[in-house]
Every structure is written in C-alpha cells, then in structure tokens.
C-alpha cells in the first residue's frame, strides 16, 4: 500500500512538471521550438522603482544595473542547473551572461536601454537563436543594496530601500512583483514562450530569497525538455 501511495505521488509530481512548462508555450512554439539551438538571457527590464531628489540619475540606474546584473545571473544559474539530456531536462544551450553582456555593451546596449532593442538588432549582434526578455514590476529591490556600493551612495541607497519603499509604501509588509518573461525567436521575432505572474513578496525574506524564489519559478516552467532537434 506505501510502495503504491509513492507510486501514485511520484506519478503526480512528473505530470506536474511536464504540464508546467506546457501552458506557458504560444502557438509557434511547436513549429519554431525544435529549430533552437542557443539561448541568451538578456538583461532585465526593471520598472516601478523611483528615486527621491538626493539621489542622481546615475546613481540611480547603478543600482539598477547591480540589480538587473544579479536576477540575469541567478536566473542563467537556475536555468543551467536544469539542462541534460534526462527527460525532464531542458535541452538548449545557454550563452554566457559575460558574453552576451559585453556583446551587448560593445553594441551600445545596456539595462537602461534594453526594452527598446529590436528582435532584428538582437539578431545582428548576438549570435543565438532565441532570447529570454524579462521584466520585472515592483517597487521594491530585489537584492541587498549594501554590497558593492561605493560610500558616497550607500546612505541614500539604504534611505530610498528602508524608508520611502519598505516602511511607508508597504506598511503590510507584503509587496506585489509581475514578472514577465518571453523567450522570443529572433528569425522570426515571435514569442514561442511567455510567462507572466504576478507574485506577492514578504519583505520578512531577504533580498536574495525574494529574487532566489522568483528566478526559481521561472526555471522550473522553462520549455526544451523534450525537443526534437531540426537542422
């Protein structure tokens, strides 16, 4: 009776997964799909975040840089960890973050100027054949803003996190994050992929879990895990 309850539980578990990915795919994911060979997660389109008198613009979009700089990274980590050749693994390449982003800056393009850039610019300059765009809405960070600041900007980062977003904009301690992500055929410049949530944050959670948990369900509903490869 155990063996066949942890039969049935397992069973459960693997369709779970299977159907996850599943109902996230667009209509041209099973004709475009099979043809992709490389992804490059592009960087992140932050949106919602403001910044108070005392702080500059540059400063500002440092923040943003470190910010979009870390969520890349930890979604290519998760993403990675799931690629293999085992049935449930996802089966596609994954680009370097380092590669794509100095590709990317060498064009001119950075986190600032991301959510502007063509599928047909893309397609000149990165040598892939899908993209993974994603933008996240909160006004909250998602990571610790007291690493890898420099003094002069340390004090007004913590003002903006602590005061103006933490304490007087979400007194309930909860804070809404819709987190968007496409994965966009360049030849065609056609989503095959588009996943869109709406998640509520704890801000009792670290900074890093926050951004951990969100990367983390994005991972686990990534599509190529049973692809049969073209060309």
Not at 109 to 129: F, G, P, R
Not at 148 to 161: F, K, N, P, Q, Y
Request: some cysteine.
């Amino acid at each position: 009776m155990i063996m066949k309850k942890n039969l049935l539980l397992l069973i459960t578990l693997v369709l779970i997964s299977c159907s996850s990915s599943e109902k996230f795919k667009t209509s041209a994911y099973d004709s475009l799909a099979p043809s992709h060979k490389t992804i490059a997660i592009l960087p992140i389109d932050l949106v919602g975040k403001s910044y108070p008198a005392e702080m500059s613009e540059e400063q500002f979009d440092r923040l943003l840089a470190k910010e979009s700089n870390e969520i890349q990274t930890t979604l290519y980590n998760l993403i990675a960890r799931e690629t293999g050749r085992e049935k449930s693994d996802i089966k596609i390449r994954l680009k370097s973050i380092t590669t794509t982003n100095s590709t990317l800056e060498n064009a001119g393009i950075t986190q600032k100027n991301i959510a502007d850039i063509t599928e047909a610019d893309l397609k000149s300059i990165l040598d892939v054949d899908v993209v993974l765009r994603t933008r996240i809405f909160t006004n909250v960070f998602l990571t610790d803003t007291r690493e890898d600041l420099t003094s002069e900007i340390l004090t007004t980062a913590e003002t903006i996190v602590k005061n103006s977003i933490l304490t007087k904009a979400l007194s309930f301690e909860k804070a809404q994050a819709d987190v968007k992500c496409e994965l966009v055929d360049l030849d065609k410049a056609t989503p095959v992929w588009v996943y869109d949530k709406k998640r509520t944050i704890s801000l009792r959670d670290k900074n890093s879990e926050i951004m951990k948990k969100l990367c983390s369900d994005v991972s686990k509903n990534m599509p190529y895990r049973e692809i049969t490869r073209r060309g």
